[in-house]
């Protein structure tokens, strides 16, 4: 009497119709229910035995909540690792002599049942002051590596154009406070490439008008009202109208 195996001989297969085993038979048809099968036709046989409905579900439920574990664990490192990597460069802004504001990062309801302590994971640094002569352009590295900054002022900090170079990569800065920095035409071409740019400070500069171009197309043709630049006490906005002495 010759065997019948199935398509994967170590793996069983079962009748479509009652999950009768089929192994080993020569007649293919079901003996339980009579269904036809073929061995070699994948869609005329189960390959997988029938299973209690209580298995199924337990088996999802656990499938799910594995899910549900597994993206937890990625929010919690990811959020940590943001975390950590923001405190390196906050303590590499104070050991410049500068400071920092934040602000939160999650809807206030949410933070509201947080346990306080928690909740630093949920702010983000949006504000530096690096104003004192010791700061310098390696010190910026801290500054960049900020995702959520939108004001950085550096009124009296040794900043040069390498540095502002480097706050290009500042994607949200909306305020930047440059006076007394020592700055060339290459220095006011990269603030020119900083869209998000509204408001500049450039006293006490020796940027000259020629360089000051290369900022007409952030604050000329600009969108909003409150957008403006500040050279040697004089300040342009849009309307181009000198404010000040
Ligand atoms: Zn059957």
Redesign the pocket.
Known sequence: MGRVLSPMATRSIY?R??W?TLDGLTDRR?P????RFDPADRRTYRTKPRRHWWVTVTRRIGLFLAAVLMVLAVVYFWTYSRYASEQRAILGIERAGGLVTSKSIAPDWFLARLPARFRIYFTRVDLVLLQRPKATDSDLDHVVSLKEITAVHLHGATVTDAGVAKLKACRKLKELGLSGARLTGTGLRDIGTIRTLEKLWLNGTSINDASLAYLSNLFKSSRTGSRFYQCNRRRFGPSERSQGS
């Open positions: 009748c119709s009652c009768y079901c339980e229910c009579g269904r």
